[in-house]
């Protein structure tokens, strides 16, 4: 079981290219926080997370008045504004722009992406990169979200950037001859780049992180997530659980704790309603049988926890978020 994967279908993410940013230095564009533009660019979305990535020269990327230092991007670089900061991309670190909220919309009359120039001196450095935003589910449960820090600078994978900037450049072009099918390419690329990215970030995380993504790599938190993910409706307690990754019942507790920020079961319960309440999505799926098949006994238990969690009962969760038949056999 592939955790990372399952929790990212879990969660609906979902992609979008909204600017290729042909750039001369001296140059500074600067993003709104997705708290003004996150509805007109995601749509009801539970959150929207920036970024941008690289595919020429270099620049710097930093959060508008926030605490980390700016960091420098060069091609085949992406970075990741996971709380959805206001940001800038610019030339030199701690220049500031003027934001439009007004360019970002999904326009009617056109197609994604806008192509967008900044700076003036022609024979200057050039930097081209590609700004978009990701969208998920946050609740019930999406675990990832509380492990990533706030700026995410990964670099694509030599073997992914081969055809990510391939078939980015293609995809850009494509508005010269009508561009059929061209947003959803791109939104799936901004989805690949978006995990490799994530897989980037695991594999330089420090030996003593703790956290979500961390314990992934564990090995007995990392074997415990596995079989919560590969097996949810089963009846797991905490002694199974400890016993399957060869621990004891305490240090197993504490040791998943450090890593996912909550215990076991408690993890079990919060994963159930999230794949509960992606089924809810699917017409043809009831209450009753989105609870069976994560594991409850009855309706009326699943009704409760599920209002607990969330705030609603699972019908009217449905009927905000219903959005596709469900998938065949």
Not at 135 to 141: A, K
Not at 185 to 199: G, H, P, Q, S, T
Not at 290 to 305: D, I, K, L, P, T
Request: hydrophobic fraction near 45%.
């Amino acid at each position: 079981m592939d955790v990372l994967s399952d929790v990212l279908l879990a969660v609906r993410l979902t992609g979008a290219v909204f600017f290729d940013v042909d750039a001369r230095s001296p140059f500074a564009t600067e993003s709104p926080s997705v708290d003004k533009i996150g509805e007109r660019v995601m749509g009801a979305a539970d959150r929207v997370i920036g970024f941008h990535v690289v595919t020429e020269g270099t620049c710097w990327a930093e959060t508008v008045d926030g605490p980390d230092p700016a960091v420098r991007l060069q091609a085949g670089e992406m970075v990741i504004f996971a709380s959805g900061d206001a940001n800038i991309m610019a030339s030199a670190p701690g220049m500031r722009g003027a934001p439009d909220a007004a360019q970002y919309y999904r326009p009617v009359d056109r197609m994604l992406p806008f192509a967008l120039t900044a700076g003036r001196d022609a024979g200057a450095d050039r930097c081209r990169f590609v700004c978009g935003f990701l969208g998920c589910d946050t609740q019930p449960f999406n675990p990832l979200l509380a492990a990533l820090p706030r700026i995410v600078r990964a670099p694509v994978s030599e073997a992914s950037w081969r055809w990510v900037a391939h078939l980015l450049d293609a995809a850009v072009e494509a508005s010269g001859h009508g561009g059929a099918g061209r947003e959803a390419m791109l939104a799936k690329l901004a989805e690949l780049m978006f995990v490799d990215a994530l897989r980037s970030h695991l594999d330089r995380m420090p030996p003593d992180a703790r956290n979500w993504i961390a314990g992934l790599r564990d090995p007995q938190v990392g074997a415990a997530l596995r079989l919560l993910h590969s097996r949810p409706a089963e009846p797991w307690t905490l002694e199974r659980l400890a016993r399957e990754v060869a621990m004891s019942r305490s240090s197993f507790a504490e040791r998943f704790v450090a890593y996912a920020g909550v215990p076991p079961m408690q993890y079990l319960g919060r994963w159930r309603l999230q794949l509960a309440a992606r089924m809810l999505t699917w017409d043809a799926v009831s209450v009753g049988q989105a609870a069976s098949a994560v594991g409850y006994q009855s309706e009326a238990a699943f009704n409760r926890a599920f209002r607990r969690e969330v705030g609603v009962a699972p019908g009217a969760w449905r009927r905000g978020h219903r959005t596709a038949p469900s998938p065949g056999p």
